[in-house]
């Protein structure tokens, strides 16, 4: 990963915590394997980042309080509104980096996005994100504080999530991230916290766990 990527995500949530709305925010999706690096130092946890996508997480979106335009803030940075599927989901594009918000899908569901006003932005539903924001870890991005799933959950997340892929090669993808992940929490002595993760999955999630190889 080119610094100059690692240095404009960090003045991205440098911006999102000035406007008051970073603490509302869990950073998910491939980042993650790259922020876990300091939660597993010592342990010979090697990663890489290949992707200009970061997603962000608003586990209760109704509880953002602070207002401001995401996409006005970003774009002296060189960010632009983009639209992603058939469904027309906001994501603030950027030449290393695409900035995409997502919320957790609960109910019956629905195809279309779901409104962020007080950001001016939409956002993707999607299912099992609850479990990303069940537990947490806090880590230090620069001199700013964000929000990760516990490893442990993440990992688990991308076996339950592996098999809805449809391409093959993003299959792979997950399983490798989570097997990774799921053997650093070993080595370095926290099998026990992999347990009470799954243990807190609901038992219709627990069933898919065919699909956890």
Known sequence: MEKSQYDLCAEVLRRLDKAGILKDIVIVGSWCTFFYKDFFAGNKY???LSTRDIDLLIPRPRAIKAKTDVAELLKDLGFV???GGSQGYIRLEHPQLIVEFLVPERGRGSNKPYSLSQLGLNAQALRFLEFLSLDTIKIKVDSITV????????????????????KAEKQEKDKNSATKILNALINSKQS????NAFRKMPKRWQKMKKHMV
Not at 147 to 166: E, Q, S
């Open 81 to 83: 509104v983009g639209f």
């Open 46 to 48: 090697v990663t890489s």
């Open 192 to 195: 026990s916290t992999i347990k």
């Open 147 to 166: 929000t990760l799933p516990h490893p442990a959950n993440f990992a688990l997340h991308k076996l339950l999530v592996m098999g809805r892929r449809p």
